[in-house]
């Protein structure tokens, strides 16, 4: 029997002095250990590199990274363990996402979607 997916919402932090490529790296090792865990990646927004509100192992900025994804509730430990097992991921909260979030969530993808449409 297939487990119930959940959608979820996963913001972390990397450490500010990697460099581009690194950042890459680690965000796309992110994504498959998600799909390779019968996950199914919704979007990854990278918020870009931002100044931290209190340092964090001596660093005062971090590159954020926001992901939505639907998965298994099983793999979410696994996923906690594997982020913080990883050393350049300085902060990390997964939440999920009950209705009001999902709807909140498609009212501001549709806004956006309308909003670049209006531009054009």
């Not at 919402?9 to 500010?16: A, D, H, K, N, R």
């Not at 931002?50 to 992901?67: D, F, P, T, W």
């Amino acid at each position: 029997m297939a487990m119930p997916k959940h959608q979820y919402e996963l913001t972390y932090v990397l450490s500010g002095v990697l460099k581009s490529n690194d950042i890459e790296n680690l965000v796309r090792r992110v994504n498959e250990f998600v799909e390779n865990n019968d996950g199914e990646i919704i979007e990854v927004d990278e918020w870009g590199s931002q100044r931290l509100a209190y340092e964090i192992e001596k660093k005062r900025s971090g590159h954020y990274v926001n992901m939505y994804f639907r998965a298994p509730g099983e793999l979410i430990a696994k996923l906690e363990r594997a982020l913080e097992i990883e050393d350049d991921i300085l902060r990390y909260l997964t939440l999920r996402m009950d209705a009001k979030m999902i709807r909140h969530y498609e009212r501001q993808k549709r806004e956006g979607s309308e909003a670049a449409t209006a531009d054009e």
